[in-house]
């Protein structure tokens, strides 16, 4: 055996962060930026009900996949081609016009709908089996896409709306141009660089060089023949609380957090900021900066601590946004945005790193396959319940939604505190024991 240190995650490991983070900020660009600041053009509330109901059918499309993604050969390729077929679609959300609303409806619809699917399921599934051990580190970093996306709704508005009062022509394309260009350069990126295991391309996980090549090569090849019969099946996974304990918590982060972003026109509009270009800039940089933080931060701990505490303080800080938004007041409301933005950075990173930590990595593909499509099924009604109750009362009244995020922050703390990951382990063992299959072989995590 070699005693070589891990340092980084290697040249690999790092195309792979790349990649993903660029997926992620090509989902933000093209489905949160079209109901943030495109809304108004394209019909209003519809263009949130169409997130929502594209999101609901790549839930199903999930679960549906999530019965053979152990037997799927190259979730690498199956990734690509999701992608690809994104930016497609992405493109008509670019140059189909306001005139033609209905044909921009289903580029958008199918944008969304596949879009999640490649940067959140499949990418995912790379994710663990690369990290399963620094999953909670590497998503902190990839996350920060998120908060960097909406930070750029801002001048992504300016550019499309400044020359409509002497053109009366919204300039869509050339704001998203360098987003699509980005999307394409990390597609490219996961192309040439990235591989379903990195054995296959001489690596290692988590770029722990202390196993020989030949000694990591076997584990990847008994992972691989392992994951074809995991006994965490569709029904064993959804009947098992500890499953729905760890899950909801990770979708009503997500929705509270997806669904408030998505309306930080309106809802800064309300206190008289979103018509002040420099300083509505100000805020949401400030947005941008706390949300990175967080996500780093609370990746760190999740990676020290576990899952189960980092998701215990997102929920907290989920439970402070929703009560200092209820002051109505701005000094409060910037305290709102605030904790809102460390768990907003944070939101995305546990359906990863969940199911890595409490699950073995054989079964990891088959649970990240339920628990990510049960944390977006909630994620997905989030902008269109934000929407129906900040304008419950005809106009802008955010201590609406924040009364939401502060009920989301309570059930989140409670459901997490349920959650026991010994719990897990019985349930395991009870399976394993079943199906014939050895019970000594550690799980990674369980903190």
Same mark, same amino acid.
């Given at each position: 055996m070699s005693n070589k240190k891990s340092i980084g995650f290697g040249f690999r490991g790092w195309m792979l962060i790349v990649y993903q983070f660029i997926a992620f900020l090509t989902f933000t660009v093209f489905t949160n930026w079209p109901m943030n600041a495109l809304s108004d053009l394209y019909g209003g509330q519809i263009v949130s009900t169409i997130y929502t109901v594209a999101q609901v059918v790549g839930i199903g499309t999930?679960?549906?996949?999530?019965?053979?993604?152990?037997?799927?050969?190259?979730?690498?390729?199956?990734?690509?081609?999701?992608?690809a077929v994104s930016l497609v679609f992405a493109l008509g959300i670019m140059v189909i016009p306001p005139a033609m609303a209905t044909l921009w409806y289903v580029a958008?619809?199918?944008?969304?709908?596949?879009?999640?699917?490649?940067?959140?399921?499949?990418?995912?599934?790379?994710?663990?089996?690369?990290?399963?051990?620094?999953?909670?580190?590497?998503m902190g970093i990839v996350t920060f896409s998120f908060p960097i996306g909406n930070a750029l709704v801002s001048p992504f508005a300016q550019a499309v709306f400044k020359n409509m009062a002497t053109t009366h022509i919204p300039n869509i394309a050339g704001a998203?141009?360098?987003?699509?260009?980005?999307?394409?350069?990390?597609?490219l990126i996961g192309a040439i660089f990235v591989k379903d295991y990195p054995e296959q391309c001489g690596c290692f996980r988590d770029n722990d060089k202390?196993?020989?090549?030949?000694?990591?090569?076997?584990?990847m090849e008994a992972e691989i023949e392992n994951k074809k019969t995991?006994?965490?099946?569709?029904?064993?996974?959804?009947?098992?609380?500890?499953?729905?304990?760890?899950s909801l918590p990770m979708g009503m982060l997500l929705m509270a957090s997806i669904g408030m972003m998505t309306q930080t026109i309106p809802i800064l509009g309300a206190?008289?900021? /979103?018509?002040?270009?420099?300083? !509505?800039? +100000?805020?949401?940089? #400030?947005?941008?900066?706390v949300a990175c933080l967080g996500s780093w931060v609370l990746g760190l701990i999740d990676t020290r601590f576990g899952t189960?505490? /980092?998701?215990?303080?997102?929920? !907290?800080? +989920?439970?402070?946004? #929703?009560?200092?938004?209820?002051a109505g007041n701005f000094p409060c409301l910037l305290a709102a945005l605030a904790c809102l933005a460390a768990f907003m950075g944070s939101a995305s990173n546990f359906t990863v790193s969940g199911a890595v930590q409490y699950w073995r990595i054989e079964d990891f593909p088959s649970v990240f396959a339920r628990i990510n499509p049960v944390a977006s099924l909630l994620s997905s009604f989030g902008p269109m319940l934000v929407a129906i109750l900040l304008f419950s009362?005809?106009?802008?009244?955010?201590?609406?939604?924040f009364t939401f995020v502060g009920i989301c922050g309570v059930l989140s703390i409670i459901l997490v505190l349920l959650f026991k990951p010994a719990k897990v382990k019985e349930t395991d063992d009870k399976y394993r024991a079943a199906a014939g299959k050895p019970l000594d072989d550690v799980l990674v995590g369980r903190k």
């Open positions: 999930q679960l549906v996949l999530s019965r053979n993604i152990g037997k799927v050969k190259n979730i690498k390729v199956l990734s690509i081609i999701l992608g958008y619809f199918l944008e969304s709908f596949i879009v999640t699917i490649w940067c959140t399921f499949t990418i995912g599934i790379l994710i663990g089996q690369w990290f399963p051990r620094r999953k909670g580190t590497v998203f141009l360098p987003y699509f260009i980005l999307g394409i350069v990390g597609l202390s196993f020989t090549p030949e000694i990591a090569k076997a584990m995991t006994v965490w099946t569709l029904g064993n996974t959804l009947k098992s609380g500890a499953f729905w304990c760890l206190y008289g900021i /979103a018509s002040d270009s420099a300083q !509505f800039g +100000m805020i949401m940089l #400030g947005i941008c900066v189960k505490r /980092a998701l215990t303080i997102s929920a !907290f800080l +989920m439970l402070l946004s #929703g009560a200092f938004g209820l009362k005809g106009y802008p009244t955010p201590t609406a939604p």
